[in-house]
């Protein structure tokens, strides 16, 4: 009963608040943006290849590279989004929920854009590394503190809590289908490897990131590409369903095109968080010269979620045809999926691929919390109590079910994508401006870098820079 209350308030959040507001959201940003997405593409990846490594400062102190804190967000994004959520996406929505999560990731990256550019303009200095986020532009650019700590709660409740148990749920899960252990061991075992990670901070999360999450999106793209390539003369096909079903005649006469639109578009945001708030806690730890050279690294992270690894996950499933059944949902139906293309041991490639993308994801989303959490207290014992709670909620993803946590996550979401795009619609003329002084720099062939005495009116809040 409870769940199916839940239910009915996310669906009406989403249909008439949030879905609206994310597609008006990422609509204005590329058009005030000139669709940086589309036509700087190339600059992207360029800035991604020319970020350094963590150095050694001539203060002494380990500094946060560009491409560290490109990984640490993407830890978050690629996780069981990619493999259960866009299998999730297809069971309800149908194969047309792809189309509308490519359109997402498009449009989105200009949403991701702005609120990564906007971490790095407001971030602040800590001990070991910088930090930031959604809630310091709350309290440095809309001077309104209650605004940033309501967003934390909020922020602390959906990382730390909904998205920490479904990551574990389909680690659990997919492990348990294919060794036969019950779920609630593996999960207790999670919990303990989380513990060790989580207790060394930014710099040894974005370490392990930096080692597990390129390494698994290769090993996953390449399997994906085999797959295509056997089945390269049903692609056609499979492209030509995905269309038809986004816009087919069909699902709009029996109601069923809100369905797949809705369940491409909160999909697509639980994968690839743009215009959530989440990513910009990791873009705001990067040392970099300017603040719009992160921001086209994180827009860079919403294609390399989407358009690559979900859309294997997409293509592995609807080239089985094995989600015309019905009888799987989740990691199950991608597992089912890929056993029919390589056999048996497809189920331990998918419980090896969920364990470290979902993990990673585990390790990203706890510094999501963290920083969060932060900003309502700076008290090493309130950081100690979240630390143990991510590992208690790691514990319960082995006992909660898949549609319980889902209900959970959308309704957690509802709340930190309206905070953030309220905020920075408000803050997009510095964007603006700040995408103009970068890219007047560019032309006079200069490496662009930014200080405050750069803005139009003169900010002490800056502190950064």
């Known amino acids: 009963m409870l769940i199916e209350i839940i239910n009915q308030i996310n669906n009406a959040l989403w249909t008439w608040l949030v879905i609206p507001l994310l597609i008006g959201c990422a609509l204005w940003f590329t ?55 866009v299998a999730s996406a297809i069971f ?42 959604p809630a310091y532009y709350m309290l440095h650019g809309l001077h309104s503190r209650w605004l940033g700590v309501l967003f934390s709660i909020c922020m602390t409740i959906t990382f730390g809590m909904a998205n920490q148990i479904m990551q574990s749920n389909q680690i659990s899960t997919s492990l348990s289908d294919t060794i036969g ?37 290769v090993a996953y793209l390449l399997l994906a590409l085999y797959v295509i390539g056997s089945n390269i003369a049903a692609v056609p ?73 979900c859309t294997c996950t997409a293509m592995i499933i609807l080239l089985s045809g094995v989600y015309k059944t019905g009888d799987a949902d989740g990691i199950l139906l991608t597992t089912r999926s890929l056993e029919t293309e390589i056999g048996s041991a497809a189920r331990y490639f998918i419980s090896v691929a969920i364990f470290f993308f979902a993990y990673s994801s585990i390790i990203g989303n706890y510094y999501y919390g963290e920083t969060a959490m932060r900003y309502v207290s700076q008290k090493k014992s309130v950081v100690r109590v979240y630390q143990a709670f991510t590992v208690v909620m790691v514990i319960l993803g082995g006992v909660l079910v898949l549609d319980e946590i889902w209900s959970l996550i959308d309704l957690c979401m509802c709340s930190i994508v309206i905070l953030n795009v309220y905020s920075i619609l408000r803050l997009s003329p510095k964007v603006v401006f700040l995408w103009k002084n970068y890219r007047q ?15 139009p009116h003169h900010m002490d809040d800056l502190e950064a820079w």
């Not at 096909?237 to 069923?256: H, K, N, P, T």
């Open 181 to 217: 252990l019950p779920p609630l061991s593996f999960a207790i075992a999670l919990s303990l490897l989380t513990g060790m990670i989580i207790i060394g901070g930014i710099h040894r999360i974005a370490k392990f990131s930096a080692v597990v999450v390129p390494f698994m999106a």
């Open 237 to 309: 096909e499979m492209l030509r369903v995905i269309v038809s079903d986004a816009f087919g005649l069909e699902q709009a006469a029996g109601g069923a095109i809100g369905i797949t639109v809705m369940q491409g578009v909160k999909r697509g945001l639980f994968s690839n968080e743009a215009g959530e708030g989440s990513a910009p806690n990791a873009a705001a730890v990067a040392e970099t010269s300017h603040p719009v050279k992160q921001g086209l690294v994180q827009a860079l992270g919403v294609f390399t979620d989407t358009l690559l690894v």
């Open 441 to 455: 720099q560019l032309s006079e062939c200069r490496n662009p870098e930014f200080h405050k005495e750069m803005m």
């Open 92 to 133: 309800v929505g149908g194969p047309g929920a792809v189309f509308w999560m490519w359109v997402m990731a498009l449009f989105g990256a200009a949403t991701a854009f702005v609120e990564a550019t906007l971490a790095q303009l407001y971030k602040r200095r800590g001990k070991d590394a910088f930090y930031g986020g």
């Open 31 to 85: 058009f005030k943006l000139g669709g940086l997405q589309f036509r700087y593409f190339p600059l992207m990846v360029r800035q991604l290849l020319e970020s350094n490594n963590s150095v050694d400062k001539s203060d002494g102190k380990k500094h946060v590279s560009s491409f560290h804190a490109f990984v640490v967000s993407l830890a978050s994004r690629i996780g069981t989004g990619n493999l259960a959520g």
